[in-house]
């Protein structure tokens, strides 16, 4: 089982390529890793064809894609979603989804309580609680940064850039990871996939938490003549 994963609901533009056997489980054959808010068009698609070279691969070798459906902004997520949905069109393959929080949270393999939290801009952030790193204990959310821990078990740790950014009310801890991986995503897929225990796969359908930032124009206003 080939997989290849990426995700762009953060500043983070990641993606990976695992495959998957009985015996030896998810093994990386290639990755590539960049984060700049502004360039998700432009650096997915030359990123996607440098794995795959980089692993001798084939788009037709894939067995599966895995997108990252959010939260995060509209624009950067619309780009992952709308690429995996159409390479899996093209190739007949299915695609699945997975919450951008819970790719940050897999990727501590913690195994106490802890919250993640991302960059929701607008002084807020995303967030949600986790039981461990293959449970979450809450729905995503977003809100000003006092709300991760509003009702919280005491000395709560928080990880991700949301909670970097708010150190004074998420505490200064290491909040690494701060960003989500792709490697950590195609892991958590092959997890679910092999039927281990994780975090729900879902459609590649963007999980908005509030309304995008771009609107349609509205109705040109009528203009009268005094």
Same mark, same amino acid.
């Given at each position: 089982?080939?997989?290849?994963?990426?995700?762009?609901?953060?500043?983070?533009?990641?993606?990976?390529?695992?495959?998957?056997?009985?015996?030896?489980?998810?093994?990386?054959?290639? $990755?590539?890793?960049?984060?700049? *808010?502004? /360039?998700? +068009? @432009?650096?997915?698609?030359?990123?996607? =064809?440098? &794995?795959?070279?980089?692993?001798?691969?084939?788009?037709?070798?894939?067995?599966?894609?895995?997108?990252?459906?959010?939260?995060?902004?509209?624009?950067?997520?619309?780009?992952?979603?709308?690429?995996?949905?159409?390479?899996?069109?093209?190739?007949?393959?299915?695609?699945?989804?997975?919450?951008?929080?819970?790719?940050?949270?897999?990727?501590?393999?913690?195994?106490?309580?802890?919250?993640?939290?991302?960059?929701?801009?607008?002084?807020?952030?995303?967030? $949600?609680?986790?039981?461990?790193? *293959?449970? /979450?204990? +809450? @729905?995503?959310?977003?809100?000003?940064? =006092?709300? &991760?821990?509003?009702?919280?078990?005491?000395?709560?740790?928080?990880?991700?850039?949301?909670?970097?950014?708010?150190?004074?009310?998420?505490?200064?801890?290491?909040?690494?990871?701060?960003?989500?991986?792709?490697?950590?995503?195609?892991?958590?897929?092959?997890?679910?996939?092999?039927?281990?225990?994780?975090?729900?796969?879902?459609?590649?359908?963007?999980?908005?938490?509030?309304?995008?930032?771009?609107?349609?124009?509205?109705?040109?206003?009528?203009?009268?003549?005094?």
């Amino acid at each position: 089982m080939l997989v290849l994963a990426f995700d762009t609901a953060t500043a983070a533009i990641t993606v990976a390529l695992y495959e998957w056997t009985p015996g030896e489980g998810a093994v990386r054959r290639g $990755a590539a890793e960049a984060v700049d *808010r502004r /360039r998700h +068009t @432009e650096l997915l698609t030359p990123s996607i =064809a440098s &794995v795959m070279a980089e692993a001798g691969a084939a788009p037709e070798d894939l067995s599966a894609i895995t997108v990252g459906v959010g939260p995060g902004p509209y624009t950067g997520l619309r780009v992952g979603l709308v690429t995996a949905r159409s390479m899996g069109g093209a190739l007949s393959i299915p695609v699945h989804g997975i919450c951008t929080l819970d790719i940050i949270a897999w990727a501590t393999g913690s195994e106490e309580p802890f919250a993640v939290a991302t960059d929701a801009r607008r002084k807020e952030v995303y967030w $949600a609680r986790y039981h461990s790193f *293959r449970a /979450r204990a +809450t @729905e995503p959310a977003v809100g000003p940064p =006092a709300d &991760v821990l509003d009702g919280a078990p005491g000395g709560l740790k928080v990880v991700g850039e949301g909670a970097a950014l708010y150190p004074e009310i998420l505490g200064d801890s290491d909040h690494q990871p701060l960003l989500p991986t792709a490697g950590a995503l195609a892991e958590l897929t092959v997890a679910r996939l092999a039927g281990l225990k994780g975090p729900a796969l879902l459609p590649p359908e963007p999980l908005y938490l509030r309304r995008p930032d771009a609107k349609e124009p509205g109705p040109r206003k009528k203009v009268t003549r005094a």
